[in-house]
C-alpha cells in the first residue's frame, strides 16, 4: 500500500513537472511577422478563396487568447456573435431528422479538391457520438446521444440548440465548433434538420 | 549511490507499470465494447500492412537513388554535390537535422525546399516539371517523393535533432507554433483544434497530440515519408500539411513555402529524440 501511495506521489510529481517542460515555449514573434509568413504560403490563392485565410475579429480574439478568452473579451465576442444569429422567419427551428441524419454523417463539401456545387455536409460523426447504432464515431466534441431526451424535446432547448449550430460562438465564446450558419458553410434548411436530428423522438439519436 | 540509483529506478519502472495498468483501466471502462473490437482490427492491418519487405515506398527510395546521380538540367551534373546540411553530398543523417539554416540561400529550408535549391543553383534545373509532379498520382510519378525518400531512408534508425540555435532558425520555430495555433477559415479550424489533446479521435482515426513534447509528435514525424495505402503513393510532409489544410477547408497552400517549413519545424521540436523508420507505411 505503502509503495502504492509513494508511486502515485512520484506519478503526481511527473505530472505537476510535465507541463513545465511542455511549456519551455518559442520565443516571443511579432503577429505581423507571423502574418507575413501567412501571405507567403497562400501567395497563389486568389478570389473568394482569399477571404479563409485572413482571420475575422472572433478568429484573432480567439487566437490571441488561446481560446480562453476572459472578463470584458468574453462578452464582447458573446454579444457580436449572438447578435448574428438569424433564425427561422417563421420561427420553426425543427426540420426533417432523416435529412438530418445525412447531413451529420457527411462529411464532403468546401475543400480545395471539390467542386463548387458539391454537397455540404455538418460531419457532426466527425467529432460527436450521436447514434448508438454509428459505432464510427469521433471524440474532439462531446457524445449526444439522447439528445432530445435529455433536453426533455423542449421548444425553447431546441431554439438554443439551432443558435448553438448556426453559430457556436454565440453560446462559447473561442468554441473549438465551427460556426457553421454564421460562415455560411450549412443552410438554414439543414442546421433545421440536424435540430431534428437531435430532437425528434423517433430519431435514432434519442433511441 | 549506485544500489541507490537502480531502486529509483525500479521504483519508477514499478510506477509506469501501474500507471499504464491504471491508464489501461480507465480506458477500458470509458468504451464500447464495439470500439475495443474495431480499434482492435485497425491495429491488426496497421500490423499487417508495416512488413518493411511488401512496402512499396521502398521503390521510390530505389528510383531516388538513380535521380540523386542522374546528371540533368543546364550543367548536365548529379545532386551529388548538393549539401543538405552536413556537407557536399552527405547523406547519412541529413534528414534527421532538418529543417536547417543554410548560410548560402539565407534561410532555413525542409529538404524539399532544398532539393528544389540545388536543383537550381547546381544543375540549373528548370523545376516548373518537377513542382508540377510534387505529388505522384495515377500515372504521374514525383522526382520530389523519390528523392525524400532516398534520402530520408538514409536516416533511418537515427534519432530527430531539430536544429534550433541559429536566429533564424529560432524565429521558425516561434512562427510555426503560432501557425499551429491560428485559427481560420470557415470552418474556425486551426491545427490545434484536432491536435492538441491526447487520445482524440476524428471518427475512428487516432490524432496525434502535437501540443506537447513527446511520443504522439515523435512516432508520427519519425514516420514521415509513408507509403499511404489509401492513395498508393508515397508522401512527404509537405503532402500530409496540404492535405490538412484541404480538410481544415482553407486554401491550398503554396508547395515549398516557408509557412510549412515554419510548422515543420514546431512540430519535429516536438517529435525531439523520436526514432526516424522510413518510408513506413499507413492506411
Excluded at chain 2, 551529388?80 to 537535422?97: F, M, N, S, V
Excluded at chain 2, 532544398?114 to 536543383?119: D, T
Excluded at chain 2, 520530389?144 to 541559429?166: T, Y
Excluded at chain 2, 520555430?173 to 470552418?187: D, P
Aim: proline fraction near 5%; glycine fraction near 8%; charge should be positive.
Amino acid at each position: 500500500m505503502n509503495r502504492i501511495k509513494t508511486c502515485i506521489l512520484v506519478a503526481s510529481a511527473f505530472v505537476l513537472i510535465a507541463p513545465a517542460v511542455a511549456q519551455s515555449p518559442a520565443p516571443k514573434v511579432d503577429p505581423a511577422a507571423v502574418e507575413a509568413f501567412v501571405a507567403a504560403t497562400w501567395k497563389s490563392t486568389t478570389g473568394e478563396w482569399r477571404a479563409r485565410v485572413d482571420q475575422d475579429e472572433t478568429q484573432k480574439a480567439c487566437t490571441a487568447s488561446n481560446n480562453e478568452p476572459t472578463g470584458v473579451l468574453f462578452d464582447q465576442i458573446r454579444d457580436r456573435e449572438s447578435a448574428a444569429v438569424v433564425f427561422p422567419a417563421d420561427g420553426k427551428v425543427l426540420g426533417d431528422w432523416k435529412k438530418g441524419a445525412q447531413v451529420a454523417q457527411r462529411g464532403t463539401g468546401g475543400q480545395f479538391t471539390d467542386q463548387a456545387n458539391t454537397y455540404r455536409g455538418g460531419n457532426c460523426y466527425a467529432c460527436h457520438q450521436m447514434s448508438k447504432a454509428e459505432v464510427s464515431y469521433g471524440t474532439l466534441g462531446p457524445s449526444l446521444n439522447g439528445y432530445g431526451k435529455l433536453h426533455r424535446f423542449d421548444a425553447a432547448e431546441a431554439r438554443k440548440t439551432y443558435a448553438k449550430i448556426y453559430n457556436s460562438m454565440s453560446v462559447l465564446p473561442c468554441s473549438q465548433m465551427p460556426r457553421f450558419g454564421h460562415n455560411k458553410f450549412l443552410s438554414e434548411e439543414q442546421i433545421k434538420d440536424v435540430v431534428a436530428y437531435l430532437y425528434d423522438p423517433e430519431s435514432p439519436v434519442n433511441k | 549511490m549506485r544500489i541507490r540509483t537502480s531502486a529509483i529506478a525500479a521504483l519508477t519502472v514499478a510506477c509506469a507499470v501501474l500507471g499504464v495498468g491504471l491508464l489501461a483501466g480507465g480506458h477500458a471502462q470509458g468504451q464500447q465494447p464495439e470500439q475495443d473490437l474495431s480499434e482492435k482490427e485497425i491495429e491488426r492491418y496497421r500490423a499487417m500492412i508495416s512488413d518493411p519487405m511488401s512496402n512499396p515506398g521502398f521503390l521510390n527510395v530505389d528510383r531516388g537513388e538513380q535521380l540523386w546521380s542522374l546528371k540533368r538540367g543546364a550543367k548536365n551534373v548529379s545532386l551529388e554535390t548538393c549539401d543538405l546540411g552536413i556537407g557536399p553530398g552527405k547523406l547519412e543523417g541529413a534528414y534527421a537535422k532538418l529543417p536547417r539554416y543554410f548560410a548560402d540561400a539565407g534561410k532555413v529550408m525542409d529538404l524539399e525546399q532544398r532539393l528544389l535549391y540545388c536543383m537550381t543553383s547546381l544543375q540549373e534545373l528548370d523545376t516548373k516539371d518537377v513542382i508540377a509532379r510534387r505529388f505522384s498520382g495515377p500515372g504521374r510519378v514525383s522526382d520530389m517523393e523519390d528523392l525524400v525518400g532516398f534520402i530520408a531512408n538514409k536516416s533511418s534508425g537515427m534519432k530527430i535533432e531539430p536544429q534550433i540555435s541559429h536566429p533564424k532558425e529560432q524565429e521558425m520555430l516561434s512562427v510555426g507554433e503560432a501557425m499551429f495555433y491560428r485559427r481560420s477559415a470557415v470552418m474556425d479550424f486551426s491545427c490545434a483544434t484536432c491536435h492538441a489533446a491526447e487520445g482524440k479521435r476524428i471518427r475512428l482515426q487516432g490524432l496525434p497530440d502535437f501540443s506537447k513534447p513527446g511520443k504522439a509528435a515523435q512516432e508520427t514525424m519519425g514516420s514521415w515519408p509513408t507509403y499511404r495505402v489509401s492513395q498508393s503513393q508515397m508522401r512527404t510532409m509537405q503532402h500530409r500539411l496540404w492535405d490538412c489544410y484541404r480538410q481544415m477547408r482553407m486554401p491550398a497552400p503554396d508547395y515549398a513555402s516557408d509557412g510549412l517549413t515554419a510548422l515543420t519545424v514546431f512540430m519535429m521540436k516536438q517529435a525531439q529524440g523520436g526514432e526516424i523508420t522510413v518510408p513506413s507505411i499507413k492506411r
